[in-house]
């Protein structure tokens, strides 16, 4: 059984800083892609920022103000959000694709989501 903790969601006031945490735990054999999510209220589920290998990739809108990182020996894959708006309130979730086997497929796993509020 594999299981996604999301962690460092908060309250805070707009100019602020969060960094939120995913941990990865169970029966793993390796993870590839990490990437978090996020979902406002009425609004579709949308990739905030995704890493694989050296890569990384974020939404433009949030290009310059946060960081996605990870520690591959810990199994956990941080987003540092600078320069927090208040649009970017919203459930952030993350998400890894994970293989529990050596010969097994890569499947994909999400966290159970953390809120993220940005006052204004």
């Known amino acids: 059984q594999v299981q996604l903790v999301e962690s460092g969601g908060g309250l805070v006031q707009a100019g602020g800083s969060l960094r939120v945490s995913c941990a990865a735990s169970g029966s793993i054999y390796s993870i590839g892609a990490m990437g978090w999510y996020r979902q406002a209220p009425g609004k579709q589920r949308e990739l905030v920022a995704g890493?694989?290998?050296?890569?990384?990739n974020y939404v433009d809108s949030v290009k310059g103000r946060f960081t996605i990182s990870r520690d591959n020996a810990k199994n956990t894959v941080y987003l540092q959000m600078n320069s927090l708006k208040p649009e970017d309130t919203a459930v952030y979730y993350c998400n890894a694709n994970i293989q529990l086997y050596r010969w097994g497929s890569p499947k994909n796993y999400w966290g159970q989501g953390t809120q993220v509020t940005v006052s204004s």
């Open positions: 890493t694989s290998g050296a890569s990384t």
